[in-house]
């Protein structure tokens, strides 16, 4: 029993993470894609409308411009709703779905979002309720310290008593920093909590908080290195795509050609580029979803483990 209840090391861990995802890369990119194209949509709709109305406003400050902006915030705002609950209904669904891949399950894109769609309110709130608590202390504090920079200042951006509060605002910046870190951490396996467990949004947040205890600096030291595996893939990308613009460039300049050329090489170099962005976007997502659902299962083999002599006995 101690040996099937044991913890995975640091190792193991990232080692069972990439198996997972090289495993499953189809489901898990279908699952992720759905955010990313709803956000994408959700992005050149707005943009769209933006350079539709301005030009009926004839750069006036007329009826037609008040239209234009009371459009242009209220796609805004429905679209941010949409987003929201797009994106509350991913964490759940490729939290499931990692769940039962590690288990060695095979499921499939409908049955992911089945279970999130479930219970659409839950997971809606657990994601509302889960940045407030990173935010709300951060907000609360920073109120007054706006405040006493206003107060200092006196109408004088010059003043010598607002620098006063220069260090008060890199403490409170380094502050907010760090709580967001711990904050995030103490909640990162709530998801797979609430979907393993079904817990409401509350105490999906206290079970993460429980559960994670023992493993957060481990929890950290994962979503780091998937951190800095993502940005290295990002920045080789955007290198390769620079790279190879410039080659083309240089091509197109030593040999006289026309200027169209330019733009008939650009146009796949450039959509090479994109699609290349969105699958290592899929992949990065797709990534910590199985990091934490991965890092759930191990400590609660590990509460098992603890657990386990006082059940005996």
Known sequence: MEAALDSQSFGQILN?????????????????????????????????????????????????????????????????????????LYE???????LQADAGVRVTFRQAYGVAWRRPGRYLWLLILRQLIILAPIALLGAPLAGLWLLLMDGNPNSAAAFLIIPLVVLFYAGAIVWSILA?????????????EDLTAWDAICRSNRVSQGGRLRIFLVALVIYGISLAVILGLELIFFLLLGIGMLLISALHLAPVWTYIGLA?????????????????????????AVLYRDQVRLEQMAAAPGAAG
């Open 268 to 292: 796949p170099l450039g959509l090479l580029f994109i699609g290349a962005l969105i699958l290592a976007s899929m992949c990065m997502v797709a990534a910590y979803s199985i990091a934490f």
């Open 92 to 98: 759940p669904a490729a939290s499931y779905a990692a």
């Open 184 to 196: 995030t951490i103490r909640m990162a396996l709530a998801y797979p909590a609430s979907v393993a």
């Open 16 to 88: 069972r993470i990439w198996r997972l995802l090289r495993s499953n890369i189809k489901l898990f990119a279908a699952i992720a894609s759905l955010p990313l194209a709803v956000g994408a949509g959700l992005y050149g709709l707005i943009f769209a409308l933006v350079f539709a109305t301005v030009p009926l406003a004839h750069g006036s400050l007329g009826p037609a411009l008040v239209a234009a902006v009371a459009v242009d915030c209220v796609v805004g705002l429905l679209g941010f709703l949409a987003a929201l609950l797009i994106s509350a």
